[in-house]
């Protein structure tokens, strides 16, 4: 799947690209490499505030959903 993200990428825009893959799942699920990922792509964050984003946004789908 990520080269054929950096595939399209390169033919839209005529450029050379990387993709990194940054997931950040709602049960605060992270892949063992993220660190690394996100200091590639120069987001200067922590993982501990990725996961609280994460879960925050999971607890309001999930709370729209209920309200229903």
């Known amino acids: ?14 450029i050379k690209r990387c993709v990194v893959p ?5 049960l605060n699920m992270i892949s063992e490499d993220l660190a690394k990922c996100l200091k ?9 505030l990725l996961k ?3 879960l925050k946004g999971s607890a309001r789908v999930l709370r729209t959903m209920l309200e229903v």
């Open 1 to 14: 799947m990520n080269q054929d993200l950096r595939i399209k990428v390169a033919r839209l825009w005529d």
């Open 22 to 26: 940054v997931v950040v799942g709602s």
């Open 40 to 48: 590639k792509i120069g987001i200067l964050t922590t993982i501990q």
């Open 52 to 54: 609280k984003t994460a």
